[in-house]
């Protein structure tokens, strides 16, 4: 059972009364706990993206609901507002030679716009990136003055009974697209669906396609760029797609250059691979080579 809705909404009640700093780059969506066979560790879109702009040197807030299963010192300096839940939403990938086997087995509550403290509504950046159906409602008519991205992985997906997760469909994808500033997709999000993907991109003022090892593929104003990434020895490939998301987000709304943007993103995203989980976030001197080599 989850907890009592009273005591659910005494917590958001209390988050709010914390003083808050203004903050660079927002970022709302699921904190995950990972089941790994070392134990539970933190992970999800809000965690890889809160530090990789932090990294960037951003002021970072992240609206979320956790469980606590796991401390959040690796969210140091990131201001976190959570709806507190008994359970976090909770994955665990296996990785097999055909590819990755996730299951679900907990799912926390909804993101709404409420849960979003009014310092923050007007963040430079804001970054929606639900990880497993959350925060649908935000899109619409909200955040007019900040860069929208979007990252619609957790939007993407189904599981069966045995909350073992695959792609599923986005009927809503043709209207959110159209209202956000940049998105992010994986090719398998979709599952490598050139048909949905061509239709997505016609859709979205701005969306990058990451491709793994391969690279990016970037859609905007009716053109098509591919971005190659350098070859490097990958150890963990998890949350790079989510660190070439804030990288991407960050660098467009400095440069207003989705081209550009993309190339450094590619870049600093393929570093990530070569340590493991969060440890992967690009470190402020490889940021610093990055921006030199991609100029």
């Not at 005591?7 to 009640?13: A, E, G, S």
């Not at 695959?166 to 997709?185: N, Y």
């Not at 963990?236 to 993309?262: C, K, S």
């Not at 440890?279 to 402020?284: M, R, V």
Request: glycine share 10%.
């Amino acid at each position: 059972m989850g907890l009592p809705l009273s005591l659910l909404m005494y917590n958001v009640f209390m988050s709010f009364l914390v003083p808050l700093d203004p903050v660079d780059y927002l970022i709302i969506g699921h904190l995950s706990c990972d089941i790994t066979p070392d134990g539970p560790r933190l992970g999800g879109t809000a965690a890889y993206a809160a530090l990789m702009s932090r990294a960037l040197g951003l002021r970072v807030g992240v609206v979320t609901a956790w469980g606590g299963e796991v401390p959040l010192d690796m969210l140091s300096g990131i201001q976190v507002q959570s709806v507190q839940v008994q359970h976090s939403t909770t994955f665990e990938n296996k990785y097999t030679p055909e590819g990755r086997i996730q299951h679900i087995y907990h799912i926390a509550p909804d993101l709404t716009f409420e849960n979003i403290p009014e310092t923050w509504r007007h963040a430079p950046i804001v970054h929606v990136g639900p990880i497993a159906g959350e925060a649908k409602s935000l899109i619409k008519g909200n955040f007019r003055s900040s860069l929208l991205g979007l990252t619609p992985q957790g939007w993407l997906r189904k599981w069966d009974d045995a909350g073992q997760v695959g792609p599923g469909d986005w009927p809503e994808a043709h209207e959110i697209l159209g209202m956000v500033g940049a998105a992010v997709i994986s090719v398998e999000d979709v599952d490598g669906d050139e048909d949905c993907i061509e239709a997505m991109a016609a859709a979205c003022r701005v969306l990058a396609v990451t491709e793994g090892a391969v690279g990016a593929r970037l859609y905007w104003n009716g053109d098509l760029r591919r971005f190659h990434a350098p070859s490097l020895e990958e150890v963990d490939a998890t949350g790079a797609g989510d660190i070439f998301a804030a990288a991407f987000f960050w660098r467009l709304y400095m440069t207003r250059d989705p081209w550009a943007a993309a190339r450094f993103a590619t870049h600093l995203a393929s570093l990530s691979v070569r340590r493991y989980g969060l440890d992967g976030i690009p470190t402020q001197a490889e940021i610093q080579n990055c921006l030199v080599e991609v100029l």
